[in-house]
């Protein structure tokens, strides 16, 4: 029997209208377009304005999208994985929230939490429930509205993160496209240097909590940075050893849009040419969980069937990973 492979077989997104541009940031904080261009590659980013609106309410239009894309009905779906750092609420699930809203009523559903690197995890993990042939229709979420826990005054953050949504469906594959491999990988020790302090079991929100602004992004960029450039570019070569692939073999790297000297790095070590690298962090930023589905969607029509990607990512934690996978249509 041939062996079963998770397939992505449709891709889409969404990011909000509003752009919040570094001119607007320079009225906001000490801090100037030709600094955070040099040293992030970002021009501008998206927020999602409106009272009371979370993360799900950019996923129903990415997913209704993706669901019409595929000639499919939400009561199709067997399970929701979202991944996200910023879930419209503690519990109920984020997952759940969006199968209500739209109509996924015979799937069930997990949040997942691993930082930047969770649409990498949530993928790996959709993918074992499609190998083992329980499942035939998976959707994994990738999305965060950053923008909700982010100081507007601490220039360390405000200029990196954006808000934004994606989707992808997996689906069994028996012709050798999907998934092919993946490798994860976390390191605890790196909490200090990029975490949100308050709001969770050890440090639950208070008066104190919100006054001192606890419940935004706390990062040392520097320390982040060193550890990032180098695990991220590491794994995606180890993928490519593991798999025996040259730098020929490879049709896109789709990384993880934290940085682009991380980016480049990456690139780099894997001996891939600018020309096949996805980046589209000029315009959205760090939408965390949210960038490589938003890679996917938007580079999409220039995908062809059996082009091999890496994805790699990196994030808060710490984590990271990558995929090989064979495009599939």
């Known amino acids: 029997m041939s062996k079963i492979h998770a397939a992505i077989t449709a891709v889409n997104g969404y990011v909000p209208d509003y752009v919040l541009t570094n ?6 904080v000490e801090t100037n377009d030709e600094w955070i261009t040099s040293r992030t590659g970002i021009k501008e980013r998206r927020i999602l304005k409106g009272e009371g609106k979370g993360v799900t309410d ?18 199709e779906i067997d399970l929701i994985i979202f991944c996200t750092s910023t879930p419209d609420m503690p519990f109920p699930a984020s997952a759940n929230i969006l199968a209500d809203k739209i109509g996924a009523k015979n799937a069930w559903g997990f949040d997942l939490q691993a930082a930047c690197s969770g649409f990498i995890y949530g993928l790996a993990t959709g993918s074992q429930f499609i190998e083992s042939g329980k499942h035939k229709k998976v959707l994994v979420v990738g999305g965060d509205k950053m923008s909700s826990i982010i100081n507007y005054q601490d220039r360390v953050t405000c200029i990196i993160f954006g808000d934004g949504c994606g989707a992808a469906l997996l689906e069994p594959n ?5 998934i092919i491999d993946s490798i994860l990988k976390s390191d605890g020790s ?55 692939l040259t730098a020929e073999d490879i049709s896109w790297l789709v990384p993880h849009q934290a940085n682009k000297r991380i980016i480049d790095a990456t690139a780099n070590r894997m001996g891939v040419g600018s020309e096949k ?38 994030g808060g934690g710490f984590t990271w990973g990558s995929i090989y996978l064979k495009w599939a249509y």
């Open 23 to 28: 001119q607007e940031l320079e009225t906001m």
């Open 58 to 75: 950019m996923a129903v239009p990415a997913v209704q999208g993706l669901l019409k894309k595929r000639g499919i009905a939400a009561e």
């Open 174 to 178: 028996t012709d050798g496209y999907g």
């Open 190 to 244: 790196g909490k200090p240097f990029l975490h949100q302090k308050a709001g969770g079991s050890t440090n639950p929100a208070s008066h104190k909590t919100v006054d001192a602004n606890e419940h935004v992004v706390y990062q040392e960029g520097q320390a982040v940075f060193k550890f990032a450039v180098t695990n991220m570019a590491d794994v995606a070569a180890e993928i490519m050893e593991k798999n025996n």
């Open 277 to 314: 690298v996805m980046i589209n962090i000029e315009r959205y930023g760090n939408t965390t969980n949210g960038t490589i589905p938003l890679c996917l969607w938007e580079w999409e029509s220039k995908l062809k069937k059996g082009d091999n990607l890496i994805l790699a990512a990196f």
